[in-house]
Nanobody, 128 residues
């Protein structure tokens, strides 16, 4: 497992933007090469849902339909950090956002069950 620490959440008005960060530690860069990093979120009263994922090696990205075109996931290899840029935020984006890591380049990157390391979460609140 790796240690993940999210930051960057907060209160923003609808239409605004936020950039979430996820700092990973516990492994060297080379051993992250088989990792997939994901962002999930849990809104009040709802189940945790997939938001976006990125393959550490190669940088392929994947998005939930609900955020496609408004979100960009990226990574900084030198900093072992993954980012989630969210634009045109909507009140329905309000949730606790979690960073997660899985070390087997799973094809089922949308499933939270594939991830074995999780951050503590960061709250994003979008006001209307």
């Amino acid at each position: 497992q790796v240690q993940l620490v999210e930051s960057g959440g907060g209160l923003v008005q609808a239409g605004g933007s936020l950039r979430l960060s996820c700092a990973a530690s516990g492994r060297t860069f080379n051993t992250f090469s088989t990792y997939t990093m994901g962002w999930f979120r849990r809104a009040p009263g709802k189940e945790r849902e997939f938001v976006a994922a990125i393959r550490w090696s190669g940088g392929s990205t994947y998005y939930a339909d609900s955020v496609k075109g408004r979100a960009t996931i990226s990574r900084d290899n030198a900093k072992n950090t993954v980012y989630l840029q969210m634009n045109s935020l909507k009140p329905e984006d309000t949730a606790v956002y979690y960073c997660a890591a899985e070390d087997d380049n799973s094809s089922d990157y949308r499933s939270s069950a594939e991830y074995d390391s999780w951050g503590q979460g960061t709250q994003v609140t979008v006001s209307s």
